[in-house]
């Protein structure tokens, strides 16, 4: 059949494939195949009648095979039916399809040399890359060969530098030694020398040899230098950094290269008129400040009673003034403050505490000084609120900080709302010795000035809780300071632990209602440095263990527990254990401490002030006490039990202490004072009142060798003669303050000629008072 349709022609072609003769062919050899009729030829003449009932567009190839028998597999493929019907010729090659299978094998050609040609393109670029590696490598090989050649030169010859070194260093050493071994054998030579002097010089007092007309121990060869001269300049101007305005006066008068050094500008930079108020005057004041005017910018003119009008105006003058205090300066008036308003205005810091100044003075600092900081306006008792508002709504409100209205009893309700309204910035407040503060002011307060960090409320016994909490709410608190006051109770203190976890510093003396839960509610104060409780006799040993328990521990430095009558040894032996940074630590009048809990205290080297005042403390406590070498200021006040054993054993460990309070201690005599005297040699604070069997001798002792004291209290010594104070005059060239009250051994001329020469001297010849505990 294939081949008698081979010649067919092109129509006729057409015309199998229109009307679907191979499609119809496949259904009837489909249908044949599968239902396998038994009349073959009748079954096609079936499907044909059927066929063209139904029409060709339903044709399909298994039309004619019943529903039960339809193979899943298409029997006939159309391959087959186009070799059949020799449909084949169409798929034989056109010239185009040539053009294209060759085109086609050219580009395969070229894809299989062009491959070829890569693979060696990368095999020589691979190599090319290998010997670039191996050439790295002997380059780097080379390098690392030369350098290790230079490295072993170098380190040859630094073998043989430090060999050199070494031997220069033997050399240096030895000459060092030579020179260490010659200053402390001079050194050593020195303090023979001069113990032995200071021995003879005590043999000599108890032997009773006159001294009077002896040149005192301890005075100098005669030998005059100018050691300063010869420092640097930046040193020696430092040295006469330490003095004061009179003393650097006096030093411009030695010779020329003091003078120049006293010129410098430094020096003038700082002014301080206090130590000399009770001298200066109007002339001297404004001559020195005219000169200082240019570089001036801390002056300091407290207590200076006697400069009026024209000193304030040379003040006014100096323009780069940022610290001014013009406390207790009683010609200071609105006028002139206006004056110095008008002038400085950089000022940054002001102090004009206890002056007559009214609201007009708080007007023009509103006006003029725009960037105050720091304003103290203690014990002004004329100025109104309307003053207040003038400092709210002055151009320096925004930027006040610091404001000390303390002893100010004339501010109302009102004027601490007119200061919050305006001052809304504040971060330091000092409400001191304000009996009629009450709730109402410090709520207008706390409600505005947001920022509020330091507030001081000594002597305001008016005060309750509230006003803590809601300064308490802005958690910004870090100092609190209040005392006489017993509203506030531990819910305040609860809320400020709760809330205010930087707080550092808490003073709450006096306040009878705060009990060991308060100081339980303060161990999240991680930051807590300084703890005042003195006279809360509430507070126990088991508060004081919640404290040092605390995260504050190793952060403590100062704790007061005077008065604490509740507390014992157990917060001894907890402040040892856990209080490793404790610099100051006062237990007076805590009955309860035995020696035990004292010679605890003397294992605590991190102490160097202490004062255990009316404590059990004996002989054997205070010989414990010295074994702690840093210890600097002790008060043993009316400790009864200590005697000159035990004082002498503490002085001679202790013998950089600076400050000794022995007051009361019955049991001194002068062999206490002349062990004292003589290992204690860097004492500048000494108080022995109330010791009835100190004498003259003690004070020659002292005077003798302690050539460093500046504060001496003999009150009650009614042993102590006009003797001692010529004593004081030769060999205490620095003592300061002298107090000798109910001494009746020592007359007023001689009481007036001391004070001639110190700063202050307090005296009385009355009979000795009860409360010293004897009888004269």
Excluded at 40 to 59: A, S, T, V, W, Y
Excluded at 85 to 114: R, S, V
Excluded at 347 to 375: E, I
Aim: charged share 25%.
């Amino acid at each position: 059949m294939a081949a008698s349709l081979k010649g067919l022609s092109a129509e006729l072609r057409r015309y199998i494939k229109q009307h679907k003769l191979p499609d119809i062919y496949e259904a009837l050899l489909s249908g044949i195949a599968v239902m396998c009729p038994a009349d073959p030829h009748q079954f096609i003449l079936d499907k044909l009648r059927q066929l063209k009932e139904q029409g060709l567009e339903n044709l399909h190839w298994d039309m004619f095979v019943d529903e039960s028998h339809k193979p899943k597999v298409r029997i006939f493929t159309e391959s087959n039916l186009d070799i059949l019907f020799n449909f084949d010729e169409y798929l034989l090659p056109t010239p185009e399809m040539y053009a294209k299978a060759y085109g086609h094998y050219n580009n395969k050609i070229q894809e299989l040399c062009f491959n070829a040609w890569m693979q060696y393109h990368l095999l020589q670029k691979h190599k090319q890359s290998l010997i670039e590696e191996k050439m790295n490598i002997a380059s780097e090989h080379h390098a690392q060969r030369l350098l290790r050649m230079h490295v072993h030169i170098w380190k040859e010859w630094i073998k043989y530098r430090k060999g050199r070194q070494a031997m220069a260093f033997q050399i240096l050493e030895h000459v060092n030694n030579i020179a260490v071994d010659r200053v402390i054998f001079q050194a050593w030579h020195h303090h023979t020398v001069d113990a032995k002097r200071q021995r003879e010089y005590f043999e000599r007092l108890e032997r009773g040899e006159n001294m009077e007309d002896d040149d005192m121990f301890g005075d100098g060869t005669g030998e005059a230098r100018d050691s300063v001269s010869a420092l640097a300049r930046n040193v020696a101007i430092k040295i006469f950094g330490y003095l004061d305005v009179a003393d650097i006066a006096n030093c411009a008068c030695v010779c020329r290269s003091w003078k120049v050094l006293t010129q410098a500008s430094m020096l003038w930079s700082r002014i301080d008129f206090y130590r000399v108020r009770k001298r200066v005057t109007d002339k001297v004041a404004t001559r020195l400040l005219f000169k200082a005017r240019p570089y001036m910018i801390h002056l300091n003119l407290r207590g200076c009673h006697h400069l009026t009008k024209p000193t304030f105006i040379t003040v006014s003058e100096c323009r780069n003034i940022q610290d001014l205090n013009l406390s207790e300066c009683l010609g200071l008036d609105d006028e002139t403050l206006k004056l110095m308003a008008k002038g400085c205005k950089i000022l940054l810091y002001l102090n004009v505490s206890h002056t007559n100044l009214t609201d007009a003075s708080l007007r023009a600092l509103a006006k003029y000084c725009w960037n105050l900081q720091f304003l103290s306006l203690a014990f002004c008792c004329k100025f109104t609120d309307r003053g207040l508002l003038y400092l709210a709504s002055g151009k320096c409100n925004r930027k006040l900080e610091y404001l000390d209205v303390s002893g100010c009893l004339q501010i109302t309700p009102e004027g601490f709302r007119n200061l919050a309204n305006g001052c809304s910035n504040l971060q330091s407040l000092i409400l001191n010795e304000f009996p009629t503060l009450n709730d109402e002011c410090i709520m207008a307060i706390a409600e505005k000035c947001t920022k509020l960090h330091s507030v001081s409320f000594l002597g305001s016994p008016l005060l309750t809780d509230e006003p803590f909490k809601k300064l308490a709410s802005h958690k910004n608190l870090r100092v609190i300071k209040l005392d006489g006051n017993h509203r506030i109770s531990d819910a305040a203190l609860k809320i400020i632990g709760k809330q205010c976890l930087g707080l550092e510093h808490l003073y709450m003396t006096d306040c009878q209602r705060i009990t060991d839960s308060a100081l339980k509610a303060l161990v999240g104060c991680k930051n807590l440095r300084v703890v005042n409780l003195a006279d809360c006799v509430r507070i126990s040993d088991s508060g004081v263990r919640h404290l040092v328990e605390g995260q504050c521990a190793s952060q403590l430095r100062e704790l007061n527990l005077t008065n604490c009558i509740r507390v014992g040894d157990m917060a001894m032996v907890n402040i040892h254990k856990r209080c490793h940074c404790l610099t100051y630590l006062s237990v007076c009048f805590c009955e309860h401490i035995s020696e035990a809990g004292v010679e605890l205290l003397g294992q605590t080297h991190s102490l160097i002030s202490l004062d255990i005042s009316g404590c059990n403390c004996g002989d054997q406590g205070l010989s414990a006490l010295g074994n702690n070498v840093r210890l600097r200021d002790v008060t043993l006040s009316e400790c009864g039990n200590i005697t000159d054993l035990g004082l002498q054993k503490f002085a001679q460990q202790c013998r950089e202490v600076q400050r000794l309070d022995i007051s009361h201690c019955m049991n001194i005599t002068d062999g206490a004072i002349k062990n004292l005297a003589f290992c204690c040699r860097m004492l500048t604070v000494l108080n022995v009142s109330g010791c009835k069997l100190v004498t003259d001798l003690s004070l020659q002792y002292l005077s003798g060798v302690c050539h460093y004291l500046a504060e001496l209290d003999i009150s009650g010594c009614y042993l102590i003669s006009d003797k001692a104070m010529k004593y004081l005059r030769k060999g205490c060239k620095k003592l300061q303050v002298l107090t000798m009250l109910y001494c009746k051994g020592i007359s007023k001329h001689a009481a007036q000629k001391m004070s001639r020469n110190l700063e202050r001297v307090q005296y009385s010849a009355d009979d000795v008072p009860a409360f010293f505990g004897y009888h004269s």
